[in-house]
């Protein structure tokens, strides 16, 4: 029988202790107000999952300015102070329960399919994402073409970042995650048939990290050393699940040095397959690779359900905290079914159909936790 007592051992990231390597990965749910406000509903959702055993809670992504950022009808926001209040609740319950919990400040850019700011959508050049918006998120039709965003723009971005992250603060969050993944705003940067730019914001991977480089730095110097930032990276998109950098593990380096050296506490990385080779002339994962280059401790996502293999990530040195999105929706108790040898339920097909919101059935009941 495999020996899972990694899975339990505390960790220090940054300024924060965890009780265990086991976190909720952020998955969007579209259930706060339509003015971006969390709701009771949403708090019990969160505290399900830290009375399950999960060391840390990511939230959905939460749009973080009141111009281009929002990226859903119904996402949460912490733009405003109103808002930011609305997540205490959410915050106290998760603490009540055992667990940590960080905000995930997301710029959805030119993968917006719902805004109440804004008609338009804003990209680092004037190209539209591929495939269809998201049925379950509210979505329908092809990615408009978005504006190419400005100089003067993405200033107002990077501000919106810290002011959110300050937001974040004040609401009690233990950290903070910059997404910079699935193709949204920042993650619209790294990738080259997206960023056509030609000033030094595109070409380069150095230049084409710039953007994310700079708000992590501009977010760890806001918040201070008491509150922990990191960053979510990924290859694959939520319109393009089959991309790669083209410039490989070189291009990995860069990245995730770049990444490494703004002063930010972790790297999360999400894979299809958290564990298999980032590409296809190298050996290691994602995770392994951002560990090598950031210096950092790595947060893994990517199909770790089977806690063999999530172990494996730990034992192999290229992950210090597993994250589960699917997995977690089909057990909110995973920790404890693992550490109690019981078995794991398959998920419910009904939690994205036909929305991908928060159902009845996923809210608190002590019953459920076996």
Known sequence: MTDYTSLWSPIRIGSMELD??????????????????????????????????????????????????????????????????????????????????????????????????????????????????????????????????????????????????????????????????????LDQFLTDYLNRRGDHYGGSPENRVRLAAEICHDVREAVGPGMTVGIRISQAKVSDTDHKWSGGVEEAEVIFGTLGATGIDFVHTTEYRATEPAFKDAEESLAALAKKYSGLPVIANGNLDDPDMAVSMLAGGSADVIALGKAALANRNWPHLVRNNLEFDDLDPSVFAPLADVKDWELEDPAEMK
Request: net charge negative; glycine share 14%.
């Open 20 to 185: 265990n390597r086991v976190a909720l990965a952020p998955m969007t749910r579209i259930s706060a107000t339509e003015d971006g406000h969390a709701t009771e509903r949403m708090a019990s959702y969160y505290r399900t999952f830290a009375r399950g055993g999960f060391g840390l809670l990511i939230t959905e992504g939460i749009y973080p300015d009141t111009a281009h950022s929002q990226g859903y009808h119904f996402q949460p926001g912490i733009a405003t102070e109103e808002q930011a209040r609305s997540w205490a609740k959410v915050v106290d319950g998760v603490h009540g329960a055992g667990s940590k919990i960080f905000a995930q400040l997301m710029h959805a850019g030119a993968q917006s399919q719902g805004n109440r700011f804004v008609a338009s959508s804003v990209g680092p050049s004037a190209v539209a994402p591929k495939g269809e918006q998201l049925g379950f998120y509210r979505g329908e039709g092809p990615y408009p073409v978005p504006s190419e965003i400005t100089l003067s723009q993405m200033k107002e971005v990077r501000d919106g970042f810290v002011t959110a992250a300050l937001h974040a603060q004040q609401a009690g969050f233990d950290g903070v995650e910059i997404h910079g993944a699935n193709g949204y705003l």
